[in-house]
């Protein structure tokens, strides 16, 4: 009777081991598979929001890149001639040929139909490679006119167009005093722009 008694706890308790050890083993499948789960629900958002993340910021990139390409000055030398710098602001080398495109707009914002003509001075257009911080240069120069007149086009924002650019940028207007002016007034009847150079040799004598 002793060893029956002996032997009963024991098998009770192997029993107890037992069941304890599928209860422990079924919380641990369960467990796993709570994890698994959360690790998979967690991983797709990420990656995707990842994913979304580096397209907005390639696209972003690219967009600003592209709308800091250039700085555009123009110094004015002398009333109707103007020195007029594009320079690279971007990160990488950029080329340009040609003549930039000029574009005037009067106190309101609107644009006006000022006649720009391109003209071969210092010579022909040629392709300039301005490593970041490098600028071009070309001459501008314009007839001026009677305010009062109605074939006088008054202009107070001059925007520039590199070649091969996409979007107008406000050029700044240096006076003669070298310094940036805040409102410049341009009384114009017609404009001449001669071609982007690498130098500022030549680029102001017009014909």
Not at 21 to 38: D, F, N, P, R
Not at 105 to 132: H, Q, R
Request: with cysteine; glycine share 10%.
């Amino acid at each position: 009777m002793r060893v029956r008694h002996i032997l009963l706890p024991v098998a009770t308790g192997s029993l107890l081991l037992g069941l304890a050890a599928c209860g422990s083993g079924s919380s641990a499948s369960g467990s796993s598979s709570t994890t698994a789960s959360a690790t998979t629900t967690a991983n797709a958002p990420v990656t995707s929001t990842h994913n979304q993340v580096a397209a907005t910021q390639a696209t972003g990139s690219t967009a600003t890149a592209g709308a800091n390409q250039y700085t555009v000055d123009l110094t004015v030398q002398q009333d109707g001639l103007g020195l007029l710098s594009v320079t690279n602001s971007s990160k990488a080398k950029e080329t340009i040929n040609g003549w930039p495109t000029l574009s005037f707009l009067n106190a309101a914002d609107e644009p006006l139909s000022v006649p720009v003509k391109n003209v071969k001075i210092p010579g022909a257009a040629m392709p300039i490679t301005l490593a970041p911080g490098q600028t071009a240069f070309a001459g501008v120069k314009w007839t001026d006119g009677d305010k009062g007149s109605s074939s006088t086009f008054v202009a107070t924002t001059l925007k520039v167009t590199p070649p091969g650019g996409s979007a107008p940028l406000v050029a700044n207007v240096i006076g003669t005093n070298g310094k940036k002016q805040g409102y410049y007034e341009f009384d114009i009847t017609s404009v001449q722009v001669g071609t982007l150079q690498p130098s500022t040799q030549g680029v102001l004598v017009f014909d």
